[in-house]
């Protein structure tokens, strides 16, 4: 999708669609409702108040623990990109005025995957939802935990999941909206554990990526396999919310899970 | 070329201890004494020859063969320790939801007299047992059953012991349409709500997910030749190079040897195990293991269940490695 271009084809019904009305539509097909992936910038535009955003830990990059090959060019050509240290952008916000902590994944940094960088920002912005007595909006997408960071990635999970109990115990709710792809490790670590769940519709959201399956034999398959409506037919989310109403469903919800917190403050 | 099992890296091994066998049954027939002699002389020399060819074959094992050796069949498994350790074990099973659970076993059990939960994953023996245990690969209700035990262990202040034996959590679609994420990371965060000690042992494989599901503990210990990854070697060289079978080549690019985790401070403890690794002399491996378990439960015992939770958070708060450099520009 070059933006430039006057029109451009959907991914998924492959029909030709007009940039302006691409970009009105939020990225949307108007065709088929095929909710193209977008940057973690574009996302905080489209979804809370205008310049209320304040980035915070910008200052954390990924090293290479494990010399593993050919990672650290995989990181600069994503640093290059996305004009960003990691998948992951935190900070500080304001949805239609009321204050949130947020974190937002891109997958077009190295598939949205988590490392330790991901993994703190993550763990930062529940502890500064618990500790600052906001809500915790966190926007997934993710191939899973980094590859390239072995063991250091796995402990992620139980690190940002063990920042979840602290949001619980702060009192503080916890939103998960799970995007186009959010799988494996991201998936059974802190994604699954938020106090409310919605997803975009027909995101990818499956424990085993396809290649893991097919190894381990998985052949037949129902045809919404892993998909936002498979998790919503099995109990797994909360509510499928388009693009155009995710602003006024996560209002509502911090308006109504996080009503003590604004009472408080008022 | 790397060897592809346990049994095919010991197979040189093998065939001396065969030949040894041969060598000790015609001893033990041979009637003339003279001739008996030298064939007792030569056993001994044969026996030399093999212990030193056991140390030396396990000596500076390389990545991919502690693989191996974590994966090998007669390593001693979860009920094996069990056995072993405790006292008074009853298996406590099913989710209360609907469903069972093979791939993970548990229950209360005395520990030095004390009682204690154990909760781990069981591998099977022969086919059928393979088959039970769903080879070790739990299924969302394993993982729930985990969190019941938990909550028990909880209620009646009991410390959690944790046997880490995986390849994976179950792939299928059964354990996709049951949550298995969610029964993941619900498992994750009930560790972390516990005010009693944890200890989980990697004493195989520490697959994944699945393995992180049942060891966010106070302590985490491995054995000398387990291992513990965040995606097995195979399928890393699946997505790397699209070729499962340079799982040799990632297993050393994954740094998931004890000695690597504990290099990056994951782990708490390498337990060592006897020559030729823990299925050559079970009784010495449990010994070490027990004394282990103890060491750690008594450190853990004197704190508070307030210390004990904030231990823990504060333990796994620190995993991570990252620079800290000036913010990035577009
Ligand atoms: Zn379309």
């Not at chain 2, 070329?1 to 066998?21: G, K, P, Q, V």
Request: net charge negative.
């Amino acid at each position: 999708m070059k933006q430039s271009e006057a029109f451009l084809q959907c991914q998924s019904c492959k029909k030709i669609i007009f940039s302006v009305d691409f970009e009105q539509n939020l990225r949307v097909c108007p065709y088929c409702g095929h909710h193209h992936r977008i940057s973690a910038e574009t996302r905080i535009q489209w979804t809370f108040d205008e310049d209320s955003f304040e980035e915070t830990d910008t200052d954390l990059r990924s090293g290479n623990p494990l010399d593993f090959p050919d990672y650290i060019d995989k990181l600069r050509t994503a640093e290059q990109k996305t004009g960003k240290f990691d998948s992951i952008t935190g900070g500080r916000a304001k949805l239609s005025g009321m204050p949130v902590s947020i974190a937002v994944a891109d997958f077009g940094f190295m598939g949205g995957s988590m490392g330790s960088v991901a993994g703190e920002k993550i763990t930062r912005c529940l502890e500064r939802a618990a500790n600052e007595g906001m809500p915790a909006i966190i926007f997934c997408a993710s191939g899973g935990a980094r590859m390239q960071e072995g063991l250091l990635s796995l402990m992620q999970m139980a690190k940002t999941t063990a920042a979840v109990q602290q949001c619980r115990e702060a009192g503080v709710p916890y939103i998960a909206v799970f995007t186009d792809p959010t799988m494996a490790g991201v998936l059974a670590s802190y994604a699954s554990v938020a106090d409310v769940i919605v997803a975009e519709p027909k995101a990818l959201v499956g424990f085993a990526g396809a290649r893991v399956s097919k190894q381990a034999g998985v052949s037949k398959v129902p045809d919404d396999f892993q998909t936002a409506e498979f998790c919503l037919k099995h109990g797994m989310i909360d509510a499928i919310v388009p693009r155009k109403e995710m602003r006024a469903t996560l209002t509502s919800l911090v308006k109504t899970l996080g009503g003590h917190l604004l009472e408080v403050k008022a | 070329m790397s060897a592809m099992d346990h049994n095919s890296w010991e197979s040189e091994l093998r065939e001396l201890e065969t030949f040894i066998a041969n060598a000790k049954e015609r001893s033990r027939k041979e009637q003339n004494e003279s001739d008996k002699a030298l064939l007792e002389d030569q056993i001994l020399k044969l026996e030399e020859g093999r212990d030193k060819y056991l140390k030396a074959l396990y000596t500076n094992v390389g990545d991919w063969e502690k693989v191996l050796i974590a994966r090998a069949q007669k390593r001693p498994y979860t009920q094996d320790y069990i056995t072993a350790l405790f006292q008074d074990f009853v298996e406590l099973q099913g989710d209360r939801n609907g469903f069972a659970d093979n791939a993970i076993i548990g229950g209360p059990a005395l520990f030095e007299g004390k009682p204690v939960m154990i909760v781990g994953h069981q591998k099977g023996r022969n086919i059928s047992e393979r088959q039970f245990r769903n080879f070790a690969m739990a299924k969302p209700e394993g993982y729930r059953k985990a969190i019941r035990l938990f909550e028990m262990a909880e209620r009646f202040n009991m410390p959690v012991i944790s046997f880490v034996d995986t390849p994976a959590a179950d792939p299928g679609v059964e354990s996709e349409s049951r949550g298995i994420s969610e029964a993941i990371a619900a498992s994750i965060m009930k560790m972390f709500e516990l005010s009693v000690p944890t200890v989980a042992v990697v004493i195989g494989e520490g697959g994944s997910g699945g393995a992180i599901g049942i060891a966010a503990s106070s302590r985490v210990l491995m054995l000398q030749y387990s291992v513990y990854s965040v995606i097995p070697p195979e399928g890393c060289a699946a997505i790397l190079w699209r070729m499962p079978e340079r799982g040799p080549e990632a297993a050393r690019a994954l740094k998931l040897t004890a000695q690597q985790a504990q290099s990056f401070g994951l782990i708490d403890e390498i337990l060592p195990e006897p020559i030729g690794s823990a299925q050559r002399s079970p009784i010495e491996m449990f010994a070490t293991v027990k004394e282990a378990i103890a060491k750690h439960l008594g450190e853990l015992e004197v704190l508070t269940p307030d210390q004990v939770r904030e231990a823990r958070f504060a333990k796994f708060r620190k995993m991570g490695q990252f620079d800290t450099v000036a913010p990035a520009k577009k």
